[in-house]
């Protein structure tokens, strides 16, 4: 038998290798790793979990804010309308007050003309028709007469100027000294009335 030497190894690596019989690697796994890489894996699903808990709260308050802006926005849109709605009727209503004073005096110069028959016809056939058209007109943009004679006196439509005896029509309107107005059913002004006690 031949004498080995003293650094040649025990085993050849090639024999090994050509036999098949090299030795496998063996690991032993240890616990403080395997422990570690599960740490590992947990801080990742925690971390994910968490970075999806924060967009769906992002996103929850995203939505409140486009909510709260769309109906802000909705707000908007309703005040401007009613406002616009406002500045008509104000503007309407400016001018209708502004032309009662001329219907008052339609009215004055009608009685006076009532008064005598042969100018009554004259009213009738010429300025009437024209107080007619007007008054026509009027109803037509929403100005409507208030109807006071011999109804019951009501503070929220009639203004008392004075009361006088009268025992058949005790608290109703005797006479009217000038008449209330409604525009589109508000009243734009009250009727001055005589009220009987």
Same mark, same amino acid.
């Given at each position: =038998?031949?004498?080995?030497?003293?650094?040649?190894?025990?085993?050849? &690596?090639?024999?090994?290798?050509?036999?098949?019989?090299?030795?496998?690697?063996?690991?032993? !796994?240890?616990?403080?790793?395997?422990?570690?890489?599960?740490?590992?894996?947990?801080?990742? %699903?925690?971390?994910?979990?968490?970075?999806?808990? %924060?967009?769906?709260?992002? $996103?929850?308050?995203? &939505?409140?804010?486009?909510?709260?802006?769309?109906?802000? #926005? *909705? /707000?908007?849109?309703?005040? /401007?309308?009613?406002?616009?709605?406002?500045? =008509?009727?104000?503007?309407?209503?400016?001018? =209708? =007050?502004? $032309? $009662?004073?001329?219907?008052?005096? #339609?009215?004055?110069?009608?009685?006076? +003309?009532?008064?005598?028959?042969?100018?009554?016809?004259?009213?009738?056939?010429?300025?009437?028709?024209?107080?007619?058209?007007?008054?026509?007109?009027?109803?037509?943009?929403?100005?409507?007469?208030?109807?006071?004679?011999?109804?019951? #006196?009501?503070?929220? $439509?009639?203004? +008392?100027?004075?009361?006088?005896?009268?025992?058949?029509?005790?608290?109703?309107?005797? %006479?009217?000294? *000038?008449?209330?107005?409604?525009?589109?059913?508000?009243?734009?002004?009250? !009727?001055?009335?005589?009220?009987?006690?």
């Amino acid at each position: =038998m031949s004498k080995k030497k003293a650094n040649e190894p025990i085993v050849d &690596d090639e024999l090994l290798e050509t036999t098949g019989a090299e030795p496998e690697e063996h690991t032993l !796994a240890d616990p403080v790793e395997e422990e570690l890489e599960a740490q590992a894996e947990e801080n990742a %699903d925690t971390e994910q979990e968490n970075i999806v808990a %924060d967009l769906e709260k992002q $996103l929850a308050e995203k &939505d409140d804010r486009h909510l709260r802006l769309y109906a802000e #926005f *909705e /707000n908007y849109k309703r005040r /401007n309308q009613r406002e616009k709605l406002d500045l =008509m009727e104000t503007a309407g209503r400016k001018t =209708m =007050m502004a $032309l $009662l004073p001329v219907l008052d005096d #339609f009215d004055r110069a009608q009685k006076q +003309a009532e008064s005598d028959e042969a100018t009554k016809q004259v009213w009738d056939s010429g300025v009437g028709l024209i107080v007619k058209k007007l008054y026509k007109s009027l109803e037509g943009q929403g100005l409507k007469p208030m109807a006071s004679n011999g109804e019951a #006196f009501d503070a929220d $439509l009639h203004e +008392a100027i004075t009361e006088i005896p009268h025992p058949e029509m005790a608290g109703k309107v005797v %006479d009217t000294t *000038e008449k209330g107005y409604y525009l589109n059913g508000k009243i734009i002004r009250h !009727a001055k009335v005589v009220v009987g006690k």
